[in-house]
């Protein structure tokens, strides 16, 4: 990822105290922030900040399938794009898609696929855009995190929200989550995206080595970290919706409408009283 | 506050909404007896029928839904219209309330023109075809379309038409709803203008009790505000 040629090779990652270079434990995660419904163009979209993460996602659909002999007959198709922004890196970044990326749009892909109710919409498709703005690490993680909760914002109906979380080796002990020093040093990275409700794995990818009781080890770490991340994917969603309801309830009867409600776009002309309004 | 249902809770896909003996209705799934729900929405249960009301999503059409369409395309015996949804969706000729001689379909209908028309069937890999046969399917000339949010379409239009006939009565707007989230309204400018932004606010605050309430005060106060110097 990026060009560690003239850093040192070597660098010791878990303290004295058992503590990890930020002060983490083994199984514990990285402050996680979510937002859903911050695009107003998208049919649904989500912001995450994890530790030093910070992506994007949104999503389209379901809609009509181009070009037009990728369409199938049957089902939806859930297609995806991921993509680094150039400054998301320290070094700058080349814009466009690479191996790594078609990589990992691929595997996010075939990850929604297995939840999203494609039959119901035959000849469409859903399209998932993960924009990470800011990467430390653990990026896919955070953006299949992020897509799946604009993805619920945009109303797909889907069998289970997706959570996902990486866990790794450093320094020869299993841990979660790891970071961006952690990755380059460590020995091995694991990320695994899963359903929360029934267990199913839908992302499992490693880097690096890992024995047998270290994987298993590692795979318990992320099942209960996704967990933790699956309440907070609640959350955000909760939040979005009930910020409505709730302080609608409040407020409720003869409100004083909101001079303009719409204000982040240019005047719309049906605000606009002048005479020529159509 | 005339509070009916005070919080209806949210469900989120994924989330339990029925155990065994309920059938799963639209917007959820049965898995091992159990229902769950697969879009986000407001859960309903009725004569053991669970269903999720859903808060977002895009138009899929259904037969029979008044929809207010745009034509994109013709052919030689048909139309080809944009109604909103993921599915493109043509008019034969023979459904257009005219006699068309083959091959003279731009006499009748031009590509920009809009009209109201009815979804005629739906099949199973969602081939939608429309037809102009009902009494209220027509062009629509002049006034202006907007567009909401499909879900929000059962809102705007209210109880047996509730909303919908108190905004019609203040602003002395027509006004037609399509079930695609289309909504065209045609009027006075200022009063298209106003009921326009009623319409955003519904959209807004779907959830909201006393909405009409709110409604009612948003269109009589915009009125009093403008009515002084009138436009036009």
New interface residues.
């Given amino acids: 990822m990026e060009d560690i040629e003239h850093i040192e090779k070597e660098m010791k990652l878990i303290k004295a105290d058992g503590r990890r270079l930020d002060g983490r434990k083994a199984d514990e995660l990285r402050p996680v922030r979510i937002e859903a419904g911050v695009l107003r163009r998208a049919?649904?979209s989500a912001y995450i900040e994890w530790g030093g993460n910070k992506v994007l996602a949104a999503v389209y659909?379901?809609?009509?399938a181009h070009p037009r002999h990728l369409q199938d007959?049957?089902r939806a198709l859930v297609q995806c794009r991921y993509n680094m922004a150039p400054f998301s890196v320290s070094d700058r970044k080349r814009p466009g898609p690479d191996r790594r990326s078609v990589e990992i749009s691929k595997v996010i892909s075939e990850a929604f696929s297995a939840v999203v109710?494609k039959e119901?919409?035959?000849?469409?498709s859903v399209d998932i855009f993960i924009e990470v703005l800011q990467a430390d690490a653990g990026t896919r993680c955070a953006g299949l995190t992020a897509a799946s909760v604009a993805l619920?914002?945009?109303?797909?109906?889907?069998?289970?929200?997706v959570a996902s979380c990486a866990s790794g080796k450093i320094d020869g002990v299993v841990c979660v989550d790891l970071n961006k020093e952690e990755d380059n040093f460590g020995d091995a990275d694991c990320p695994m995206a899963i359903?929360?409700?029934t267990g199913e794995i839908v992302l499992l990818q490693m880097d690096g080595h890992l024995t047998y009781d270290e994987f298993q080890k590692a795979m318990e770490m992320s099942i209960g970290a996704t967990h933790r991340l699956y309440e907070l994917q609640?959350d955000a969603?909760?939040r979005r919706?009930?910020t409505?309801?709730?302080d609608?309830?409040k407020e409720?009867?003869?409100?004083?409408?909101p001079p303009m409600?719409?204000s982040e776009l240019p005047p719309p002309p049906?605000?606009?009283?002048?005479?020529e309004?159509? | 506050?005339?509070?009916s249902g005070?919080?209806?809770p949210?469900v989120?896909?994924?989330e339990a909404v029925g155990g065994p003996g309920l059938k799963p209705g639209p917007?959820t799934?049965s898995?091992g007896g159990r229902v769950?729900a697969?879009?986000?929405?407001i859960r309903n249960e009725q004569d053991g029928l669970v269903s999720v009301i859903?808060?977002?999503?895009?138009y899929?059409p259904q037969r029979g839904d008044a929809v207010i369409g745009e034509v994109t395309d013709l052919g030689a015996s048909h139309w080809l219209v944009d109604i909103n949804s993921?599915?493109?969706a043509p008019l034969h000729a023979t459904e257009s309330p005219w006699r068309v001689e083959f091959g003279d379909t731009a006499r009748y209908l031009k590509v920009g023109d809009v009209i109201m028309a009815h979804v005629l069937s739906v099949d199973?890999?969602?081939r939608v075809q429309l037809t102009m046969q009902e009494h209220e399917a027509r062009r629509l000339n002049?006034?202006?379309v907007?567009e909401i949010s499909p879900?929000k379409v059962p809102r705007v239009i209210g109880k047996q038409g509730s909303m919908i006939s108190v905004i019609k009565d203040l602003t002395h707007c027509q006004i037609y709803v399509g079930q695609n989230g289309r909504i065209w309204l045609d009027g006075n400018?200022?009063d298209?203008?106003i009921a326009?932004?009623a319409i955003?606010?519904i959209e807004?605050?779907a959830?909201?009790?006393?909405l009409t309430?709110?409604v009612r005060?948003?269109i009589e106060?915009?009125q009093r505000e403008?009515r002084g110097p009138r436009?036009?």
Avoid: C, H, N, W
């Fill in positions: 049919d649904g659909g379901p809609r009509e007959p049957a109710f119901q919409f035959p000849r469409t619920a914002d945009a109303g797909v109906p889907m069998r289970d929200l359903v929360p409700r609640r969603l909760r919706y009930s409505t309801l709730e609608i309830l409720s009867p003869p409100v004083p409408p409600p719409e049906e605000d606009d009283f002048g005479p309004g159509i | 506050m005339q509070s005070a919080l209806r949210i989120i896909p994924g917007g799934y898995e769950f697969a879009q986000l929405g859903p808060l977002s999503g895009r899929i993921p599915y493109p199973e890999i969602k002049g006034g202006m907007m879900t400018d200022r298209t203008a326009a932004r955003r606010l807004e605050r959830q909201a009790s006393g309430e709110a005060e948003l106060g915009a403008t436009p036009s």
